[in-house]
């Protein structure tokens, strides 16, 4: 009996330790203080840091277990990297742009802990979610903080919803944002899609698939200047 004993309480430990996120205070969060358009009001979540600092500290104490299946690693991840962005972005704001922060290399900063882990921005980005996801579509779900990286979405990642979120704002992107100009013959398209551009394969047909102008194969590609201001609703 006791052995019995001893063996649920590790299997209930294991399972506490590995736990998936509530992302319900999250959510509500992002419902909260992100617009439908993706601007952040920054001075009103630090007006009331407590609420940020609880959802920093449920991010950091996860641990990703290999029970975990694609879908919920991508979707921590995803939210992860968007929080911290935030966390950032508040501790110093007032701020005109987050490249103002430690000389331009804030990314590189080893200043996030999960799991007892240390990261920076850009191991999350290019370490985790670029290099073991390979899913293009990702950079239209993390936000640098900048007026030209693709919208936040005012909403969680959720596993169960992940596909369908990632759709939705890819399309959008290609349908609806000013972050993008196109037409049969030539398309201006956001520079992420320049530094990134050996994630997206042939770039007129990852456009294609999401927009609803036809793109011909020679079409000329120029890419927009990045407007690095903050992407504050206040601005």
């Known amino acids: 009996m006791v052995r019995i004993i001893c063996f649920l309480l590790s299997i209930s430990l294991i399972s506490s330790i590995y736990a998936q996120p509530d992302y319900g205070s999250w959510d509500g969060f992002l419902r909260k203080y992100v617009s439908a358009s993706g601007e952040v009001n920054y001075s009103k979540i630090k007006s009331n840091k407590s609420e940020?600092?609880?959802?920093?500290?449920?991010?950091?104490?996860?641990?990703?277990?290999?029970?975990?299946?694609?879908?919920?690693?991508?979707?921590?991840?995803?939210?992860?990297?968007?929080?911290?962005?935030?966390?950032?972005?508040?501790?110093?704001?007032?701020?005109?742009?987050?490249?103002?922060?430690?000389?331009?290399?804030?990314?590189?900063?080893?200043?996030?802990?999960?799991?007892?882990?240390?990261?920076?921005?850009?191991?999350?980005?290019?370490?985790?979610?670029?290099?073991?996801?390979?899913?293009?579509?990702?950079?239209?779900?993390?936000?640098?903080?900048?007026?030209?990286?693709?919208?936040?979405?005012?909403?969680?990642?959720l596993p169960s919803t992940l596909e369908a979120q990632l759709e939705n704002q890819t399309k959008k992107i290609f349908t609806t944002s000013k972050l993008q100009q196109l037409s049969a013959s030539k398309v201006k398209l956001s520079k992420i899609m320049d530094w990134y551009a050996s994630d997206f394969g042939n770039l007129i047909d990852f456009i294609n698939k999401y927009s609803n102008i036809k793109i011909n194969a020679k079409a000329k590609i120029e890419y927009l200047n990045y407007d690095w201001t903050l992407n504050d609703s206040k601005k």
Not at 88 to 113: C, E, F, H
């Open 52 to 157: 940020l600092d609880n959802i920093i500290k449920s991010f950091s104490t996860v641990n990703i277990g290999s029970s975990w299946n694609k879908n919920e690693q991508l979707a921590y991840w995803i939210n992860a990297y968007n929080a911290f962005t935030i966390k950032l972005i508040a501790d110093n704001y007032p701020l005109s742009s987050i490249q103002n922060l430690d000389g331009g290399k804030t990314w590189d900063v080893m200043r996030i802990s999960i799991g007892g882990k240390k990261y920076s921005l850009n191991n999350i980005e290019n370490d985790i979610i670029r290099k073991q996801f390979k899913d293009a579509r990702i950079h239209f779900a993390v936000n640098c903080g900048a007026k030209s990286c693709p919208p936040l979405l005012n909403a969680a990642f």
